[in-house]
């Protein structure tokens, strides 16, 4: 039972350090900014899932590591978006355990494309979605931490993308005829 109240406190744990990098990542204007952060942010997420031996999850979380590294070179080039979603089912199908594990697929393939082959605030609506799918990936694993993380990833997202909206009406006003 020690060990298990261990592996559980470790699992927090580290599930606040991704919360705080995920926080400062998407508050960010600047995608490079937000892709860095979120893979410092990932290799937590995966180490805390691990602590939960929710397999499918941490499995996609290491990988996000690698597809946020070729997408800051190899931005909306298909092959590489195509090899990062082989990638992520192969994982999935080696570690499947049951329909809890649909929720972190659902986000991997969804966090792909959006990476991948979007932007600015398209990037971050598909972001939003994969950041549902953790929260409940985060909420079957028994994660309280992830789960709180990823709701307030959501919401932080979700505010940048009306500042950004804001910024570019304030830039770009409509024009009176």
Do not use: H
């Not at 805390?48 to 590294?69: C, D, K």
């Not at 570690?95 to 979007?118: C, E, K, N, Q, V």
């Amino acid at each position: 039972m020690e060990e298990i109240g261990l592996r559980w406190l470790l699992g927090q744990g580290v599930s606040l350090v991704a919360l705080t990098l995920c926080i400062v990542a998407f508050a960010s204007k600047r995608d490079d900014r937000l892709f860095v952060l979120l893979l410092f942010a990932n290799v937590a997420f995966a180490a805390q899932f691990a602590l939960f031996e929710s397999w499918v999850a941490a499995g996609i979380s290491a990988l996000i590591v690698l597809r946020i590294a070729l997408v800051r070179r190899f931005r909306r080039n298909r092959a590489f978006m195509l090899g990062m979603l082989l990638a992520t089912l192969a994982v999935a199908a080696l570690t499947w355990s049951g329909p809890r594990d649909i929720p972190a697929l659902a986000a991997g393939l969804l966090g792909t494309y959006g990476m991948f082959m979007l932007s600015g605030i398209p990037m971050r609506i598909a972001l939003a979605g994969a950041a549902l799918c953790w929260v409940a990936s985060n909420v079957l694993a028994g994660s309280i931490g992830g789960t709180v993380a990823e709701s307030l990833i959501f919401l932080t997202n979700v505010l940048t993308m009306l500042r950004l909206r804001r910024d570019a009406r304030i830039q770009y006003p409509a024009s009176e005829t």
